[in-house]
């Protein structure tokens, strides 16, 4: 019997974005009581503001910067996964950006797919939340990472993504995965049905959202 669930909204807040459907059909990963199915990849406060996911993953381009961190938390209402480099930032620098992420209140760490053993147990000996480390390639060096204290993986290999998941999870049967959904319901199904526990969905920008809008407001004008 399917779910009745009543949906409330104010009148000026009528339009989020919203994750796939799909995603609902992940198992989730429990992190201190709150279960994380849907994870979106931006960091855009207003999208940040107005969205329907379970957690936020702050990643970014650039090195790790608390301004950038704490003006997402201001935002954010749900969990934040924040990103603390581990490529070119790297050891005390990522173990120092750890320590402020949570202290600002985020829920976990993520490492990028450069970050070595070194790093990941300076970050484990700073802070006492989750260590998200992302998985970019096949030939990664899960166990070692495993090892020095990552708690959670974040599997992102584009086109590979499904076929690395489910290689993972024949190896490591209890560990937690987030992987990328990918753009359709298929490709969500698909990366579900490959071990995920969790999907990250990369919503539309700001601009395309806008260009949506104002089309919608052209028209209305006509009228």
Do not use: W
């Not at 807040?13 to 995603?23: F, G, H, N, T």
């Not at 797919?113 to 970019?136: C, K, L």
């Not at 086109?159 to 753009?183: E, F, S, W």
Request: aromatic share 4%; glycine share 8%.
């Amino acid at each position: 019997m399917a779910e009745n669930i009543p949906s409330i909204r104010s009148e000026l807040r009528q339009e989020i974005v919203e994750v796939p459907k799909a995603i609902k059909g992940c198992s989730g990963i429990e992190i201190y009581g709150r279960k994380i199915k849907s994870v979106i990849f931006t960091t855009d406060v207003s999208i940040i503001a107005n969205n329907d996911a379970d957690a936020i993953l702050a990643v970014y381009p650039f090195t790790p910067n608390p301004a950038i961190l704490k003006s997402i938390m201001m935002v954010s209402h749900v969990p934040v996964l924040a990103g603390v480099g581990g490529g070119l930032t790297a050891g005390q620098r990522s173990a120092n950006m750890s320590l402020f992420s949570e202290a600002e209140g985020a829920t976990a760490v993520v490492v990028n797919g450069p970050a070595d053993s070194a790093t990941i147990q300076d970050i484990n000996t700073f802070v006492d939340i989750p260590i998200i480390y992302t998985v970019v390639t096949e030939t990664a060096d899960i166990a070692s990472r495993l090892k020095a204290g990552v708690d959670i993986l974040n599997v992102s290999g584009g086109a590979k993504t499904v076929d690395m998941v489910r290689n993972i999870r024949q190896t490591y049967p209890h560990i937690p995965i987030m992987a990328t959904g990918g753009p359709t319901e298929k490709s969500i199904q698909e990366v579900i049905a490959a071990g995920a526990n969790a999907v990250t969905y990369t919503p539309p920008s700001n601009g395309e959202i806008f260009k949506k809008k104002m089309e919608k407001y052209r028209e209305e004008v006509k009228k």
